[in-house]
Structure formats: structure tokens, C-alpha cells
T-cell receptor, first 111, second 108 residues
Framework: DAGVTQSPTHLIKTRGQQVTLRCSPK?????VSWYQQALGQGPQFIFQ???????QRGNFPDRFSGHQFPNYSSELNVNALLLGDSALYLC??????????FGQGTRLTVV | GQNIDQPTEMTATEGAIVQINCTYQ??????LFWYQQHAGEAPTFLSY????GLEEKGRFSSFLSRSKGYSYLLLKELQMKDSASYLC?????????FGTGTRLLVSP
């Protein structure tokens, strides 16, 4: 049983560009949450998807958007990248209100 | 983190016991999680408390007091590999909110 998988593992982008990160949840999980983790900080909640809808959203600008597909996989899109968007982006899958399982993350560097 | 407080850093000696405390906002509370995160890696699940009391799992135990908005993670018989960040996370309103984490350094 594959756990949560994310792609790519590392990415370098230029300021102003757009990026798409992908996540496949653990088998049987229907809820996908995205987090941004800056160096030395805890993960910050970006948003959560359930039944292909954004169910919850953290304090992130509209440049951050997402999508969930019928097979529960998900994408995180970030437009107009800023240097401050450089971080580890974590995807977590779960069933509602149960433990979240994390993927290995995508390390995004904006230059 | 969102009204989740835990110490920034702790140090301990191999073989010792360490307790990492966490206080959190109680409104909408649905459970308290502890995760371990080694540098450069994803968080891994350690424990989940939804009722008051102590949950023991091998060398790790976690305690919860819902009325006080308080939890702790207890690590016994510390090993060098336990050097990591320990993240306290509160489940509420269907989302998991993390503290900033406690960096634990275990020395010989």
C-alpha cells in the first residue's frame, strides 16, 4: 500500500512564474490538506479538499489555489511566485478528523 | 502556530526522560496529535489523544487535559535518533493546526 506521494521532490522557479505541485493520497483516504513549512517553523495550513471541493482555507492569498480530482489526488497551484514562497510544501491525506499521513514534500526554491 | 504554544528547543542526555509541553486553544477542539519530524523529512505520526489521560506507546507517551488545554509528550530512554523536531497539532473545525515545533537535541 503506497503512502502519500508527492511530485516533484524538488523544484526551482523564478519570481513571477507559476508552479503546480501534485499529491496522491494514501489508499482509502478522501481528504487532502496542503501545508507550507518554512525553515525552522511548523507546517502552516493552506487549504483542505474533500469531495473535490475546498472545504477549509488558511490565511493564504488567492495566488494559492488547488484542485481535487475524482480519484482524490490533488494539485496545489501557486501563481506570481515570490521569494517568500520558498518552502517545503507538504501534502497530508486523511479520513475526516483522523490522523493525517504526510508525503515527503516538495522543496520549492524561488530565485 | 495558531494559539498553540510549545518550547522552541530542549536538550537532554541519552538514556534520560524528557517531557515536551504543549498548550492550545480549546474552542472547537477535536483531538491533539504529536508528530516527529527529522530535518529535511516529512512529519511522522506519533500519537493521538482525544480523551483526558495518558496514552502509552512504547518509549513514547502522550497526555491530554482538555479542560486545561494542555498536552505533553513524554520520551523515555532517549536515543540519539530521537533528536528531531516534535510538533504538537490540534484538530479543530476539521483542520489540523500545528505549533512551531520543539527541537530536541539528544547528546551522548
Amino acid at each position: 500500500d503506497a503512502g502519500v506521494t508527492q511530485s516533484p521532490t524538488h523544484l526551482i522557479k523564478t519570481r513571477g512564474q507559476q508552479v503546480t505541485l501534485r499529491c496522491s493520497p494514501k489508499s482509502g483516504h478522501d481528504t487532502v490538506s496542503w501545508y507550507q513549512q518554512a525553515l525552522g517553523q511548523g507546517p502552516q495550513f493552506i487549504f483542505q479538499y474533500y469531495e473535490e471541493e475546498e472545504r477549509q482555507r488558511g490565511n493564504f492569498p488567492d495566488r494559492f489555489s488547488g484542485h481535487q480530482f475524482p480519484n482524490y489526488s490533488s494539485e496545489l497551484n501557486v501563481n506570481a511566485l515570490l521569494l517568500g514562497d520558498s518552502a517545503l510544501y507538504l501534502c497530508a491525506s486523511s479520513l475526516t478528523n483522523t490522523e493525517a499521513f504526510f508525503g515527503q514534500g516538495t522543496r520549492l526554491t524561488v530565485v | 502556530g495558531q494559539n498553540i504554544d510549545q518550547p522552541t528547543e530542549m536538550t537532554a542526555t541519552e538514556g534520560a526522560i524528557v517531557q515536551i509541553n504543549c498548550t492550545y486553544q480549546t474552542s472547537g477542539f477535536n483531538g491533539l496529535f504529536w508528530y516527529q519530524q527529522h530535518a529535511g523529512e516529512a512529519p511522522t505520526f506519533l500519537s493521538y489523544n482525544v480523551l483526558d489521560g495518558l496514552e502509552e506507546k512504547g518509549r513514547f507517551s502522550s497526555f491530554l487535559s482538555r479542560s486545561k488545554g494542555y498536552s505533553y509528550l513524554l520520551l523515555k530512554e532517549l536515543q540519539m535518533k530521537d533528536s528531531a523536531s516534535y510538533l504538537c497539532a490540534r484538530m479543530g473545525f476539521q483542520k489540523l493546526v500545528f505549533g512551531t515545533g520543539t527541537r530536541l537535541l539528544v547528546s551522548p
